[in-house]
């Protein structure tokens, strides 16, 4: 099993940033994407981007790329959300997820692990 916790949630207005953290333990695989996804109310969870842990190439969804950065921590076992020029519309709960693999997966039901969700308001 593979645990995942978030932090770094919070109120900020738009046009600010947050960092937010997930912290893994438990298991290890040799291959594996973190990713991080978003639901805000009403909506359906969305991929916002992911990290492949070996290698560290990412890859982002449109709506943040250029705005968030996601990066590694080894000796932390930990995946950063670095989220800048935020928007009201980046108001959301947001979630890291482990796929067992080396895909960008963007469907939230092919990852095999998730966090509790932290949240994010973006004041307008």
């Known amino acids: 099993q593979v645990q995942l916790v978030e932090s770094g949630g919070g109120l900020v207005q738009a046009g600010g940033s947050l960092r937010l953290s997930c912290a893994a333990s438990g298991r290890t695989f040799s291959r594996y994407v973190m990713a991080w996804f978003r639901q805000a109310p009403g909506k359906e969870r969305e991929f916002v981007g992911g990290i492949r842990w070996s290698g560290g190439s990412t890859s982002y969804a449109d709506s943040v790329a250029g705005r968030f950065t996601i990066s590694r921590d080894y000796a932390k076992n930990t995946v950063y959300l670095q989220m800048s020029s935020l928007k009201p519309e980046d108001t959301a709960v947001y979630y890291c997820?482990?796929?067992?693999?080396?895909?960008?997966?963007?469907?939230?039901?092919?990852?095999?692990?998730w966090g509790q969700g932290t949240q994010v308001t973006v004041s307008s």
């Open positions: 997820a482990v796929d067992i693999g080396d895909r960008f997966l963007t469907v939230p039901s092919r990852y095999d692990y």
